[in-house]
Nanobody, 126 residues
Framework: VQLVESGGGLVQPGGSLRLSCAAS????????MAWFRQAPGTERERVAA????????RYDDSVKGRFNISRDNDKNTLFLQMNGLKAEDTAMYYC????????????????????WGQGTQVTVSS
């Protein structure tokens, strides 16, 4: 299993970024995917999750209405569109998958996900 994030960078407050996660080595289309983030000195937290068929999405309250998680099962790619970025969104962003269950998400935190990418840094600053 390999997950490779991209799309991070430096952006001004109020700006937008689109993160991508290229997946390989497993059947992407049948497993839950999620984005997590971790700022220095804090615990890794789930930002958003999406079921294999995109019928269910969940967002942390801090990003609702600003972030959108999506996936392209034909291209084995997960996305996170981030709009209205704030300084507090600054963190390393990771994609993750839960291959212990097919066709569902467990709606949990870190312990529910068994494979992780290496992360992409997002910095929101003027």
């Amino acid at each position: 299993v390999q997950l490779v994030e991209s799309g991070g960078g430096l952006v001004q407050p109020g700006g937008s970024l689109r993160l991508s996660c290229a997946a390989s080595g497993f059947t992407f289309s049948i497993y839950c995917m999620a984005w997590f983030r971790q700022a220095p000195g804090t615990e890794r937290e789930r930002v958003a999750a999406i079921t294999p068929n995109s019928s269910w999405k969940r967002y942390d309250d801090s990003v609702k209405g600003r972030f959108n998680i999506s996936r392209d099962n034909d291209k084995n790619t997960l996305f996170l569109q981030m709009n209205g970025l704030k300084a507090e969104d600054t963190a390393m962003y990771y994609c993750a998958t839960d291959t212990s269950r097919q066709f569902t998400c467990r709606n949990g935190g870190i312990s529910d996900y068994n494979y992780w990418g290496q992360g992409t840094q997002v910095t929101v600053s003027s």
